[in-house]
């Protein structure tokens, strides 16, 4: 139950900072990726504030293990592969037409309307047509 | 607005904030896409329900306080193709701006590090091709 609370929590703050640092406006986004147009550097601002706490998460998991039980994620590490870069790639693509990532697509659910609900409706396709390549890559690895 | 970076610090931290409490306390990595992702293609398995604990906040708490206007382009072709390269793309890589760029790149993670450079390349060169070239966005 604690899990789950903390769980809707973590998911609350989230979604508040995104509305907060301004990641739910597309047009801010694709302004941070416009470097020929006016270009709006908020996107690094956000990234440095969320890497700041994050990083002290780490440092204190060392030798630690999660409050709620169980172990930290060990590191998965296939390495730098093709996956790795064509599923970036893609994912970048995709954000620069829409100005759209999942976290914000998700948190700005309420405001987008029936384009925000297509939007995420393709992603879901897009995460199901996913399934042969990850199950392909899991089988290769033996 | 000159201001804009202030409220792109304070978010950010509560982002990671956000990342910490579900790392220290949970022990999941608080990635959007593999939150997402996991529940949609059935790869959470035990951590669903915590999955939807956490996509329930994420909804409703901006949802409750209210969004700012999101300029979402009201092009479905565009959202319905970017959309599908969103979800495949971040599936394929195992990992968004959340969980490559925030939690990646904080314990210095060389896959994260270099998904992060090739999504924002991808990024900027898709808005360049889309927005400048062919004028779709």
């Known amino acids: 139950m604690t899990r789950l609370l903390i769980a809707l929590v973590a998911g609350a703050l989230f979604g508040v900072g995104l509305v907060v640092s301004g990641m739910t ?17 908020t996107l690094i601002f956000v990234m440095g504030g969320a890497i700041l706490p994050m990083a002290g998460a780490w440092a204190f998991a060392r030798g630690r293990r999660p409050r ?18 064509a599923g970036s790639v893609m994912f970048g693509i995709g ?15 309420s405001a987008n309307g029936a384009g925000g609900v297509v939007f995420l409706a393709a992603m879901a396709f897009g995460m199901w047509a996913a399934v042969p390549v990850r199950r392909h890559a899991d089988s290769a690895k033996g | 607005m000159e201001t804009s970076w202030i409220y792109g610090l304070i978010g950010g931290l509560m ?3 956000a990342g910490a409490v579900f790392l220290l306390f949970n022990g999941r990595i608080m990635g959007a896409s593999g939150i997402f992702g996991g529940l949609i293609d059935g790869s959470a398995g035990g951590r669903a329900p915590e999955y939807a604990a956490f996509l329930l906040g994420l909804v409703a708490l901006p949802a ?4 700012p206007d999101t300029h979402l382009t009201d092009n479905w ?20 701006t959340s969980g490559h760029g925030v939690c990646g790149i904080s314990r210095l993670s060389p896959r994260g590090i270099i998904a992060t450079l090739l999504y924002v390349g991808a990024g900027v060169a898709s808005v360049a ?8 966005v």
């Open chain 1, 25 to 41: 406006d597309t047009a801010r986004v694709r302004g941070f990726l416009d470097v020929a147009g006016a270009w709006d550097p």
């Open chain 1, 68 to 85: 709620l039980g169980g172990d930290f994620p060990t590191r998965p590490d296939p390495g730098i592969d093709l996956r790795l870069a």
């Open chain 1, 95 to 109: 954000w620069g037409l829409s100005g759209l990532c999942p976290g914000p697509a998700l948190a700005a659910m």
């Open chain 2, 15 to 17: 982002i990671g904030c």
């Open chain 2, 64 to 67: 409750l306080i209210g969004v």
């Open chain 2, 77 to 96: 072709t565009v959202l319905i193709a970017a959309g599908f390269l969103v979800g495949l793309g971040t599936r394929i890589a195992n990992g968004c």
């Open chain 2, 129 to 136: 091709l889309f927005r400048h070239g062919l004028g779709v």
